[in-house]
């Protein structure tokens, strides 16, 4: 039997009893495939590794080593949202890494949008083999594949993968999720006692904020993206938008305008608010946003926010544009 392959009649994970009979299943069947040896895992505070993650401990307990990246280009809280919720509260075996530093500095500089997702991706593969090759008696990796990854990928091979690793640091697979669709990852997330923040957290790019901050990223420029990206977050939230609008995020371009700020002269950025909805993320429509609301939040902005001085709402649909702007 092709294992990469969801049988006909698997039932679709849609509530907590259906969730936690799929749990079950798949704590024996990783106890049956890893026995007593230890299994890495790259968590990213994203829905698939967080539910790999919790999975995982419910099943082999410090058997498991997560590890963590901060690479400086995640959103507000996230860092430590995955340190409280996994060490603190789940006791796991985490290693957190700051590699905010080594990332930023390989970064200075570069503009162009495909070059900072290499540097990106190739560093994240180096900190993650570093911090791997710390460790003794690793023999499984985890990861979190779903099935769109495998259907996307032809079920040739997950393209989900910490791929890149060397050859001496191939490990065996653990993949619970494979087989599941995301509804169904969110559904057992929860039965896993994750937060709603992690299950529920809207789609966001693996090189993060690096690529919401246009051109060569510069550190205040990136702290200005992570507070207004808090701040829409947070008002979305309180007015009813979180869980109904599909994405939303700030960008901040690499110019600046002229404005006036407390009776002088100012020349800061301009940050962009988009705000989209789609099926499949191959076209999106523009959130209809309340007019008021559009104040508010470009007023909090532009007032909590240091070096910003102007706010502009993305009313392009997909196409003519992207999603994301690099
Ligand atoms: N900062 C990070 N620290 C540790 N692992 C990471 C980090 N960023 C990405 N990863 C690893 O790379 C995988 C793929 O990352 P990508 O950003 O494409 O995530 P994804 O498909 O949305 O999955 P997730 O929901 O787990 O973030 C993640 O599942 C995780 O294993």
New binding site residues.
Partial sequence: MDNNKRPNDMIRITTEELAAAFIEEQVQAIQEQVGDKKVL????G?????VVAALLIKAIGKQLVC?????GL?RKGEPEQVVQVFRDEMDANLVYVDAIDRFLDKLEGVEEPEQKRKIIGAE?IRVFEEEARKLEGIEFLA??TIYPDILESDGVKAH?N?GGLPEDLQFELVEPLKLLYKDEVRVVGKALGLPDGMVYRQ??P?PGLGVRCLGAITRDRLEAVRESDAILREEFAKNGLEGKVWQYFTIIPDFKSVGVKEGKRSFEWPVIIRAVNTKDAMTATVEDVPFALLQHITDRITHEVPGVNRVCYDLTPKPTGTIEWE
């Fill in positions: 895992l790259a968590l990213s994203g829905v698939d590794s967080s590890v963590h990246v901060n690479h995640l994240f990861q979190g989900h910490v789609p966001f693996g």
